[in-house]
């Protein structure tokens, strides 16, 4: 059966998902960033288990990385 498709896209919405895209953003960057001020605080006893410590975090994040 064809069929035809129709887009509407109108500014309003786009601003709308501009603004949650950007919220979304600063909320979880800001999260990132307090688990890494967490691993921060953390006390090792050797240079490689910072090493080690600091590529796990890095691994795990999506938006600060």
Do not use: H, I
Request: proline residues 2%.
């Amino acid at each position: 059966m064809p069929q035809r498709w129709l887009l509407v896209r109108s500014e309003q919405a786009t601003k709308r998902e501009q603004q949650a895209v950007t919220k979304n953003l600063v909320k979880n960057g800001t999260l990132e960033l307090k688990q890494f001020q967490q691993l921060c605080k953390k006390r090792f006893a050797y240079q490689q288990d910072v090493e080690q410590a600091l590529a796990e975090f890095s691994r795990g994040l999506a938006y600060c990385g």
